[in-house]
């Protein structure tokens, strides 16, 4: 229940807020459903989001900051400090 065709998941909310605004919410929820990688261990799916911004690993249990609904965006990975970036990389070589 609680499904459209134009607005999908988000139809759960029936008439309520508008159209816009229930797009919007599908856009966020279709990419924080699945699919998320740990930045230590790269396990998928184990991240949880304690607040926003905030994200938990349940695997690892490294607590960092990212994004408000994705745990990585693509402008947090552009201003991710250099020396971050090379040791990330030396990390995943081995
Ligand atoms: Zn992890």
Not at 17 to 35: H, N
Not at 64 to 87: C, H, N, Y
């Amino acid at each position: 229940m609680g499904k459209t065709k134009s607005v999908k998941s988000s139809g759960r909310y029936r008439q309520k807020y508008g159209a816009t605004l229930r797009k919007r919410v599908l856009v966020i929820e279709s990419k924080s459903a699945k699919g998320q990688k740990c930045p230590k261990c790269k396990s998928v799916d184990t991240l949880a989001r304690s607040a926003a911004g905030i994200w938990a690993c349940k695997a690892c249990g490294i607590k960092f900051a990212g994004g408000a609904f994705v745990a990585q965006t693509t402008l947090g990975r552009t201003m991710t400090p250099e020396e971050f970036k090379s040791t990330k990389a030396a990390s995943t070589k081995q």
